[in-house]
């Protein structure tokens, strides 16, 4: 057990930036993240739940669910095991949002506020081949936005490799300390200077109740145990593979990371076959 929480636990999360005690940890995420898109001035949590409009509809349960008080719409989400239609998954959060404002009657013109969502994902996934990518309703022959009342932010932490000293920005900065904080014996020279010191005294697992530490407990097991089923198969795989070629053992590995639902790009790419042999071993099981 680290000093400090994992951050990208669902429990670990939500306990950073998911409470009104820590709002301001939020705010000053979204600031650095948008930069200088947009000014997010003051932010209220809203309720996570939202109840479908009709029984084809499913209840969502965001991580995270804030308003500007302009009345932008801020959905914060970590994501940790890879999910097939995540992207599709993403767009909903995004529609549902947008289909809530409308308004019954003629008086309604159709304005709408804009909705971001803001998405940490913690596996890699096609098309998404670096750790930040920024998706806009935009003109696709000159790239230029069309509307930007709609707006994903995917950062993809595989991707992101920069040490201590590489890190210049304050967003470079946030994404090593969250990336890394479960590892940290102590506060980082940085940290004490800005809000990093807050969010390192929010993230000290000796201040959790028994409560709050149970469930953090539980969380990481099942965080742990999802990542330890992927390199265990990754490891195996390569091992054995070295001396036979397509063995059972990479069998294996293609087979679990498919009933995972990953997708062929996907396992070729953590198993290093090419998608041909993925699909031929797949065809074999």
């Not at 719409?73 to 809530?100: G, H, P, S, T, W």
Request: aromatic fraction near 12%; include cysteine; proline fraction near 2%.
């Amino acid at each position: 057990m680290g000093k400090f929480m994992n951050p990208f636990t669902d429990v670990g999360f939500k306990h950073l930036f998911g409470r009104e005690v820590s709002k301001e940890l939020l705010l000053e995420l979204l600031r650095v993240i948008l930069g200088d898109e947009r000014s997010v001035k003051r932010i209220s949590l809203l309720n996570k739940e939202k109840i479908p409009k009709s029984l084809n509809q499913k209840v969502i349960i965001y991580d995270i669910l804030c308003e500007d008080e302009d009345g932008t719409k801020f959905i914060v989400e970590i994501q940790n095991q890879y999910q097939d239609y995540f992207l599709d998954r993403a767009l909903y959060y995004l529609c549902r949002m947008i289909d809530e404002q409308g308004l019954r009657g003629s008086a309604w013109n159709y304005e709408i506020y804009p909705v971001y969502g803001i998405f940490f994902l913690n596996f890699k996934i096609a098309p998404l081949s670096k750790f930040r990518t920024d998706v806009i309703l935009a003109d696709r022959e000159t790239g230029k936005m069309v509307n930007g009342k709609m707006r994903h932010i995917y950062l993809s932490l595989p991707y992101f490799i920069k040490r201590e000293e590489e890190c210049e920005t304050d967003f470079d900065r946030w994404m090593y300390l969250l990336k890394n904080m479960d590892s940290f014996e102590k506060i980082p020279e940085y940290a004490p200077k800005s809000v990093f010191g807050k969010i390192l005294e929010v993230a000290d697992v000796a201040s959790l109740n028994e409560e709050e530490r149970w469930e953090y407990d539980q969380a990481l097991k099942h965080y742990r145990d999802y990542n330890n089923t992927i390199h265990s198969s990754y490891r195996q795989g390569k091992e054995e593979g070295k001396a036979e070629g397509k063995s059972e053992a990479i069998r294996q590995m293609v087979q679990n990371m498919q009933e995972m639902g990953m997708d062929i790009a996907s396992i070729a790419q953590i198993a290093r076959l090419s998608e041909e042999e993925v699909k031929i071993i797949l065809e074999e099981v």
